[in-house]
């Protein structure tokens, strides 16, 4: 074993920070006992309304842990042992204990990798091979890359965002974790901010109408769907991206597959994000089973839409400051 001290700790969550979190709500805290690493949940960083089970948190703490083994790797270490609590209990989410090891390929694009909500190129020659070896290295995804298919997905995508914008109670936390304009105190530290959400400066100023006070109105005029589809940018995908795993597997653990799905993306150059929506609403996700079967034993756990961006692509992560993330050792 080797005790992990503060100041590597400080270097490993710098780069394990910027891990994917659903809303970018950035639960996991860390801490030291006796050279071992803690992570913790933070109770105070939950979507009540959009993970009313807490599935995504957990699947979020699990895209943190896989970022810590792969900043472990880049440091030549690795983790020996790894202790998971069972979802709920109380205490760490994971005991992990460190040792020797090799840096993990995959670790060199973790700074490239960040959601793409914008449109993508569809006048990319090296897409399809870019696919091809995606889908080779990646049994964790089915890649749906006829086009039919994919304005159907992205048809769906609308329709299910459409049914939770309906619910106030969402549009409140969806905006809660909005931060749209510059000024905001955590615009770079947390959330979703108007530069990641590919807004301009009026379209930020209008999505808070939209989610905000207008909603109801538009809603009643017919215009809610119109306003808020984002078929364009998912119908420019190259592919949908359905990741699965096993049936019955722990969120923690499906949330390093799903983190390290997404840095295989980016190693082949595509980018994207996940599209929760057509998941976590029955209705959506019963058609994608149907016409996409999963194989024996697997389940649908997101649906990523990827390609080549379109336009100029700044990549930047609003996350909070690594003192934020440590707590004092136990
Ligand atoms: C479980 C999970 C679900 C997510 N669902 C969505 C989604 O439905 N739509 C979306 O645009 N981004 C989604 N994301 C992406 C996060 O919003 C994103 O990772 C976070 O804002 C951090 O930004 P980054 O990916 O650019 O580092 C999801 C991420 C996770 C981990």
């Given at each position: 074993?080797?005790?992990?001290?503060?100041?590597l700790l400080?270097?490993?969550?710098?780069?394990?920070?910027?891990?994917?979190?659903?809303?970018?709500i950035?639960?996991?805290?860390?801490?030291?006992?006796?050279?071992?690493?803690?992570?913790?949940?933070?109770?105070?960083?939950?979507?009540?309304?959009?993970?009313?089970?807490?599935?995504?948190?957990?699947?979020?703490?699990?895209?943190?842990?896989?970022?810590?083994a792969?900043?472990l790797?880049?440091?030549?270490?690795?983790?020996?042992?790894?202790?998971?609590?069972?979802?709920?209990?109380?205490?760490?989410?994971?005991?992990?204990?460190?040792?020797?090891?090799?840096?993990?390929?995959?670790?060199?694009?973790?700074?490239?990798?960040?959601?793409?909500?914008?449109?993508?190129?569809?006048?990319?020659?090296?897409?399809?091979?870019?696919?091809?070896r995606?889908a080779?290295?990646?049994?964790?995804?089915?890649?749906?890359?006829?086009q039919?298919?994919?304005?159907?997905?992205?048809?769906?995508a609308?329709r299910?965002?459409?049914?939770?914008?309906?619910?106030?109670?969402?549009?409140?936390?969806?905006?809660?974790?909005?931060?749209?304009s510059k000024?905001?105190?955590?615009?770079?530290?947390?959330?979703?901010?108007?530069?990641?959400?590919?807004?301009?400066?009026?379209?930020?100023?209008?999505?808070?109408?939209?989610?905000?006070?207008?909603?109801?109105?538009?809603?009643?005029?017919?215009?809610?769907g119109?306003?808020t589809?984002e078929a364009?940018?998912?119908?420019?995908?190259?592919?949908?991206a359905?990741?699965?795993?096993?049936?019955?597997?722990?969120?923690?653990?499906?949330?390093?597959?799903?983190?390290?799905?997404?840095?295989?993306m980016?190693?082949?150059?595509?980018?994207?994000?996940?599209?929760?929506v057509?998941?976590?609403?029955?209705?959506?996700?019963?058609?994608?089973?149907?016409?996409?079967?999963?194989?024996?034993?697997?389940?649908?756990?997101?649906?990523?839409?990827?390609?080549?961006?379109?336009?100029?692509?700044?990549?930047?992560?609003?996350?909070?400051p690594?003192?934020?993330?440590?707590?004092?050792?136990?």
């Open positions: 074993m080797i005790a992990v001290d503060p100041d400080h270097r490993l969550v710098a780069e394990a920070r910027l891990a994917p979190s659903v809303h970018n950035q639960p996991t805290r860390v801490s030291l006992s006796d050279g071992v690493i803690l992570l913790q949940d933070d109770p105070a960083r939950r979507l009540p309304a959009a993970d009313p089970n807490g599935h995504d948190v957990r699947l979020s703490h699990g895209a943190f842990l896989e970022g810590l792969l900043a790797g880049r440091a030549g270490l690795a983790i020996a042992d790894l202790v998971l609590a069972p979802s709920g209990a109380a205490g760490p989410i994971a005991r992990i204990t460190v040792a020797e090891g090799a840096p993990d390929p995959l670790a060199s694009h973790v700074p490239n990798r960040a959601s793409w909500r914008g449109g993508f190129s569809t006048a990319d020659a090296a897409v399809g091979a870019a696919l091809a995606l080779a290295d990646q049994p964790d995804l089915t890649l749906v890359s006829e039919q298919a994919i304005g159907r997905i992205a048809a769906l609308d299910a965002g459409l049914f939770f914008l309906r619910d106030a109670g969402h549009r409140r936390e969806l905006l809660q974790w909005m931060r749209l000024a905001h105190p955590d615009h770079d530290r947390d959330g979703l901010n108007a530069e990641a959400m590919a807004l301009g400066r009026i379209e930020a100023f209008g999505a808070g109408l939209v989610l905000g006070p207008l909603f109801p109105l538009l809603d009643r005029l017919g215009l809610a119109p306003v589809a364009g940018e998912a119908g420019s995908a190259a592919a949908m359905l990741f699965h795993r096993a049936e019955g597997e722990d969120p923690l653990v499906t949330g390093r597959a799903f983190y390290r799905a997404w840095l295989a980016a190693a082949q150059g595509l980018a994207g994000c996940p599209v929760s057509l998941v976590d609403w029955p209705e959506t996700h019963a058609a994608l089973c149907a016409a996409h079967p999963l194989p024996a034993g697997r389940r649908l756990v997101n649906v990523f839409r990827i390609g080549v961006p379109a336009g100029p692509r700044r990549i930047s992560h609003a996350r909070l690594v003192e934020a993330l440590i707590r004092p050792a136990s």
